[in-house]
């Protein structure tokens, strides 16, 4: 998360959050700031309503309460996954600092060496005694460059290994906004495609359109054939929206059994006949029970279709997708229905 607002509107954000910090179970952490700042602004939508169900009449913010709104809204992936790239830096950061204090101490008693060296040969003839004292210094000259040497090596793991975290980051990252059970982006990769997409088409007055996909009759899917078989559905659908979709168009599992479509440069009619084979298609599947082979078909989808009107914003946006959904549903299952301008 992104955060605008200045040093004035901050510092009350900062007052409000310990305020209603304090009336709460949770101990005062930073985690626990994050959230509170980012709802008490206003600025992640998917936190409120989520603050809102719990703290409806009078309920109380514990620890647990905290690090799940943490995770689900405000963290761009877990707290264990930052735990361990967080551990992981410490360690890469202690052994350079533990090479180079080593080094440091190493090149301090060869520059007393050489004091010593210089010393011992002032005014000295004999060549016996300066062929010694000679040798002495090469033999530490040779240790220095030794421990350099070993301290590159160490710098060059040292980069090999942050290398690593960054990539792990990257897929931290990545696999937080994925849908674990199908694949496809998750509610928060969906949003950020959502902004993306919604601000390129205000910016350039390009077409977006956006289609809501529910599986119809659901709970009667998992009540009749089980979860494990409900799950085998809603990633059947996800592999139909998957095959159907091309360049940017993006694929997310909004929740349950909801999908969202996002077209970008893409009108009504276009969005409508990719929806209509897409409904085709899943209308006319069989989807196979793990427990005894037996193929289920008959398992239907109903789809709201909007496409972004001047000025909009994106919520009514998504809204109007929404609501065409359920006004499909409500008009019998298995169609598809255009939002309301």
């Not at 220095?144 to 590159?152: E, G, I, K, P, R």
């Not at 897929?171 to 919604?198: C, H, I, Q, S, W």
């Not at 359109?209 to 009749?224: E, P, R, T």
Request: aromatic share 6%.
């Amino acid at each position: 998360m992104v955060y605008e607002q200045d040093r004035e509107a901050s510092a009350v954000l900062l007052r409000l959050a310990v305020q209603h910090m304090s009336q709460h179970a949770a101990a005062l952490t930073p985690t626990c700031y994050a959230v509170w700042y980012e709802y008490l602004a206003g600025i992640n939508p998917r936190l409120t309503l989520g603050m809102d169900e719990r703290l409806m009449d009078g309920g109380v913010l514990a620890d647990a309460s905290i690090e799940e709104l943490y995770r689900s809204y405000c963290s761009e992936f877990s707290l264990e996954k930052q735990q361990s790239i967080r551990e992981a830096s410490q360690n890469v950061l202690g052994s350079i600092r533990q090479q180079a204090e080593a080094v440091r101490a190493h090149s301090h008693e060869f520059g007393g060496q050489l004091e010593q060296s210089a010393s011992n040969m002032n005014g000295q003839t004999d060549a016996g005694v300066l062929r010694d004292i000679i040798a002495q210094l090469h033999g530490e000259t040779a240790a220095v460059a030794s421990s350099m040497h070993d301290l590159s090596h160490s710098l060059e793991r040292s980069q090999e290994e942050i290398d690593e975290l960054r990539c792990q980051l990257d897929n931290a990252r990545a696999e937080a906004l994925l849908d674990p059970l199908t694949g496809v982006m998750n509610r928060r990769g969906f949003d950020k495609r959502m902004e993306e997409f919604y601000g390129i088409a205000r910016q350039k007055q390009l077409p977006l359109s956006l289609a809501v996909l529910d599986i119809d009759h659901f709970k009667l899917v998992n009540d009749s054939y089980g979860h494990l078989f409900g799950d085998r559905v809603i990633r059947g659908l996800a592999q139909i929206l998957k095959a159907n979709i091309k360049g940017r168009d993006t694929v997310a599992r909004l929740g349950g059994e909801e999908f969202g479509l996002l077209l970008p440069e893409t009108e009504t009619e276009g969005a409508l006949a990719l929806c209509e084979k897409i409904r085709s298609t899943m209308a006319g599947s069989r989807i196979r029970r793990a427990s005894n082979n037996q193929e289920i078909g008959g398992i239907t989808v109903s789809i709201g279709v909007a496409t972004l009107m001047p000025g909009e914003d994106r919520n009514a946006f998504f809204d109007r997708a929404d609501q065409a959904m359920y006004a499909a549903k409500a008009a019998g299952r298995n169609q598809i229905t255009v939002a309301q301008i």
